[in-house]
């Protein structure tokens, strides 16, 4: 059974359905989890359009379904990883299957745009989705969102004794104290916009101390798992880990709470999943419908209502009411079209990290 945080799990819903859509058109891609598709009761393979999927395959899924029953527009899946998936479509270029891209984070949207490979995004769009929530450069948009947080053990840390900043985490006093998941893509982001808002300089510097200080985990859900046996103080991890747990059984999060940094530090990141139609696209209309609906109000009201526990970041939806507001997250001003994957990749292998 699918779970709301697994990325690797074929639906059966999609294995029954890749008879319907254009395989051909995915003999290129390689690796990575195989194509899922979703169609409706109308629609041919020419209007079907192909998205390479990086976020939630559930929520994925669920956008999917919600937008053929209404269009009649079917939709094939291919579900991986931010760098996977951005760097298949940088090789694939002009020649991509890809319709549509959708990742967790920012810096793989980046990367593709840096590239050449969206087509930009249409005003209809952009008058969903508030400035804040968009590259400057209007190449892709914002889809959902996800705070950064501290993840703490209650039993092991009181409110006074938290770190005030993510930087403090660098200070000797929390060595061998906290962890992270550094070779994931969400710990990536949160470094990518370090490095916007603090400079080279500083950012090495908290990565080099990071090595010392810190305890390397698999993934977030892993690290939290960590914080809630006690075998580390905290963990820097985004916030729908937690609520995620808390809305299944708990047993991997009741001992512990998140600590919002707030005050627009580094650590009070707030990470934009995106969506970019690819300039090589043969569907671009059927894909700019794709977006607009899963920005739209019915798209945003699915992030709000499901099990994903993401924040809408458009069509004026509200977050799921078990969220700290947006509003109140009191998030650093990072500009998505500006953070840089490969240079903290090099900084993290530098500190030694990756």
């Not at 390479?52 to 269009?71: C, G, I, M, P, R």
């Not at 984070?105 to 804040?132: C, H, R, W, Y």
Request: charged share 20%; hydrophobic share 40%.
């Amino acid at each position: 059974m699918k779970t709301w945080f697994n990325k690797t799990v074929l639906s059966r819903t999609a294995l029954t359905a890749i008879a319907g859509v254009s395989v051909l058109a995915l003999a290129a891609c390689s690796g990575g989890t195989a194509p899922a598709a979703s169609e409706g009761a109308s629609g041919s393979a020419t209007d079907a359009i192909t998205v390479y999927n990086a976020q939630h395959e559930s929520l994925t899924q669920s956008w999917v379904d919600a937008f053929t029953k209404e269009t009649g527009i079917k939709v094939t899946l291919r579900n991986g990883d931010d760098s996977e998936l951005s760097n298949q479509i940088i090789a694939e270029g002009a020649k991509s299957p890809a319709d549509v891209f959708l990742t967790e984070n920012s810096p793989a949207m980046t990367q593709v745009e840096n590239a050449g490979l969206f087509t930009g995004i249409d005003a209809k769009i952009q008058s969903q989705v508030p400035a804040e929530y968009r590259p400057s450069t209007n190449k892709w948009t914002g889809i959902a969102a996800r705070s950064t947080v501290f993840a703490y053990n209650k039993s092991k840390l009181t409110q006074a004794q938290l770190p005030k900043s993510i930087m403090d985490l660098a200070s000797p006093e929390w060595k061998g104290r906290w962890a992270a998941s550094p070779s994931g893509a969400d710990f990536q982001a949160i470094v990518s916009a370090m490095l916007e808002l603090k400079g080279e300089d500083a950012t090495l510097s908290w990565l080099k101390s990071m090595k010392e200080n810190s305890k390397a985990y698999k993934g977030n859900s892993t690290a939290m798992k960590a914080v809630n046996a006690g075998e580390v103080d905290g963990a820097i991890i985004y916030h729908y880990y937690w609520f995620g747990d808390q809305a299944a059984t708990g047993e991997n999060s009741n001992n512990v709470a998140l600590h919002y940094f707030k005050n627009q530090d580094p650590g009070a990141f707030v990470s934009i999943s995106g969506g970019g139609v690819l300039a090589s696209s043969k569907h671009q209309a059927n894909a700019e419908k794709f977006l607009e609906f899963i920005t739209g109000k019915a798209g945003q009201t699915i992030l709000q209502t499901g099990t994903s526990f993401e924040y809408p970041v458009a069509s004026d939806v509200a977050a799921n009411s078990k969220l700290v507001p947006l509003k109140d997250l009191q998030a650093p001003k990072v500009d998505a079209a500006k953070l840089n994957s490969q240079k903290v990749t090099d900084l993290m292998t530098e500190a030694g990290l990756l």
